[in-house]
């Protein structure tokens, strides 16, 4: 399973409301950071990630995610790691333990997470909703993400990418395209447009509300 590690940049966790929905209760983004902190902590301990199923369907719906790790404890939070799946090629459970554990381990900008670090790991989430069509004129700038495709190509680009570049919608759709390696103006012409939202959430807010 291919992962994406994420510059700080283009962090969807930067980016707050823009990108939120509210799918998940409290209670469930609890749980989603549980899995995370002990898919961490699994492998600082030498032991396997203890999957308990049956997991409830939510947790088992196949989901792209992007985990990210911050470091606190000092003057400032610093990031420790970002590595997410843009498309559900996992059940949501599996998803974060996964990401989780690269972000922590397997980012290449970062030393691995010591059992020093984890205490003060904070893990930010971002889930990104399923895939669905879209008409190019329904696109949202800053709230959508795109995937066009084509026979076999491919391009996918994430919410926050067109608001960073100050792209207009249709600059948007021509990126995308060429992400695809597509011309510019495919999205004209026939390709498969689908676009995706993401639900961002994290230990400080969860811990906000007790």
Known sequence: ???????????LAAHGPALLS??????QRRTLLGIAHQAILSVLEGQPFLEAPPFPAWLSDPRGVFTTLYL???LHRELRGCVGY???????????AETARA??????????????EASKLEVSLSVLSRLFPIDPKAVEVGRHGLVISQGGRRGLLLPQVPRENDWDRETFLEQTCRKAGLPLDAWRKGVTIEAFTA????DAEVEGHG
Do not use: C, H, Q, W
């Open 22 to 27: 509210r799918e998940f209760s409290l209670e």
């Open 86 to 96: 843009a498309v559900p090629i996992a059940p949501l459970y599996r998803a974060v």
């Open 199 to 202: 639900e961002v959430f994290g």
């Open 72 to 74: 606190t404890g000092g």
């Open 1 to 11: 399973m291919s992962k994406l590690s994420e510059k700080p940049s283009e962090n």
């Open 103 to 116: 972000a922590a381990f397997e980012d290449s900008r970062f030393l691995p997470v010591t059992k020093e």
